[in-house]
């Protein structure tokens, strides 16, 4: 999987950019097929806001978060993305054994 972290008007730290990759690596235990991932983070006077797009076969998984703290931002994103890619993972399933006639 690979991850482009970004920021817009806001620098990004190693402890950061570490902490997302740690996130992004449960989701990865989740759903092993995201190719690449794109994280752009950016700060509007007292809002820290965080967006990112999963690309995986066949479609793509958006989500954002915003919060006073960046590190809450990035906590709020990651359960949103999960759940998405929860529910595309059961969806695909789901098609998958409608195909197959079980």
């Known amino acids: 999987m690979q991850v482009n ?13 570490t902490y997302i ?3 992004l690596e449960r ?13 752009t983070m950016c700060v509007e006077k007292l ?15 958006v989500a954002n978060a915003e919060h006073t703290d960046m590190y809450a931002a ?3 994103l990651t359960d949103k993305l999960d759940k ?13 054994q409608g195909a197959t006639g079980r």
Request: hydrophobic share 30%; net charge positive; no cysteine.
């Open 5 to 17: 972290i970004s920021g817009h008007q806001l620098e990004v730290t190693e402890p950061l950019r």
């Open 21 to 23: 990759n740690e996130k």
């Open 27 to 39: 989701l990865e235990r989740h759903f092993d097929k995201i190719t690449n991932v794109q994280v």
């Open 47 to 61: 809002k820290q806001k965080i967006e990112a797009t999963l690309h995986i076969p066949g479609s793509e998984v």
């Open 74 to 76: 990035i906590d709020a």
């Open 84 to 96: 998405q890619l929860k529910k595309h993972k059961e969806k695909t399933q789901s098609l998958l």
